[in-house]
């Protein structure tokens, strides 16, 4: 690993748990953290791709495990969280990536009246579910430590709604953003543990993001959102929690 980037070393030795971190947010994430001098742990579903997320971090000379993990299967993320605490002795961080739209990630087309009640569940467990679910499996080691920070993903979605086709991913955001980030904050400070959650609005991580309408004229840089969660998971953030942050370009204002 490059000297140079290891400049920032507050994060040197910490534990961070990426879901999702097989492409997207998520492996970006990964890293920029594991630049940091963190000991990462990538979570995904998809068994091939986390390879080779988890290969060109290590290859870059990152401290980088994988663990295959479906976030709708508790018993899956207890197994993952087991093998980090073997493997690292700590759980610092969690970065809740693991997400997305149920319409684009299975082509639907139905209109809300006639969408398929399974892809409504997988949109719902996925989304909103899953980060309920890892949190709850790694919350007791962070209590043992009296310190941690937990990271959601929401979306400028589940500030705006999306219509019907996008109604369990706004809904499930929605429900991440708000109700489980400040329970969460509320349950955790007494033991040391930061919450927050970070809405992006769009992000160059897809194309299509581009079109979408800012205040600013433009879509995200996908580093510009790392920058922030960075921010968030460091000491200079030690007096947030408890907090959602639009980072949207002021798209929110647009509708105000």
Request: glycine share 12%.
């Amino acid at each position: 690993m490059d000297e140079k980037l290891l400049l920032n070393t507050e994060l040197k030795g910490k534990t961070v748990i990426i879901t999702g971190g097989a492409c997207g947010m998520g492996f970006l994430s990964g890293k920029r953290f594991a630049e940091r001098g963190a000991n990462l742990v990538l979570t995904d579903v998809n068994a091939e791709a986390l390879e080779r997320a988890a290969a060109e971090i290590t290859g870059a000379g990152g401290n980088c495990i994988s663990v295959v993990t479906d976030v709708r299967d508790f018993n899956q993320i207890t197994a993952a969280c087991k093998i980090t605490m073997e493997k690292f002795g700590s759980i610092d961080v969690l970065i809740n990536c693991a997400g997305g739209a149920s319409f684009r990630i299975f082509d639907v087309k139905q209109e809300f009246k006639d969408y398929p009640i399974d892809i409504l569940d997988w949109g719902i467990d996925v989304n909103l579910k899953g980060p309920l679910y890892f949190t709850r499996a790694v919350i007791g080691q962070m209590i043992a430590q009296k310190s941690g920070v937990i990271i959601y993903l929401g979306s400028i979605t589940g500030e705006e709604g999306g219509g019907g086709s996008a109604a369990d991913y706004s809904t499930a955001k929605s429900g991440i953003m708000y109700g489980l980030t400040k329970s969460m904050a509320q349950y955790g400070a007494p033991f040391g543990i930061r919450v927050c959650c970070v809405s992006p609005g769009p992000v160059l991580t897809r194309s299509a993001m581009a079109k979408m309408k800012t205040l600013l004229g433009r879509a995200a840089e996908p580093h510009e959102i790392v920058d922030f969660i960075e921010y968030l998971v460091s000491d200079k953030a030690a007096f947030i929690t408890g907090v959602n942050y639009l980072i949207d370009g002021g798209r929110h204002c647009m509708s105000l």
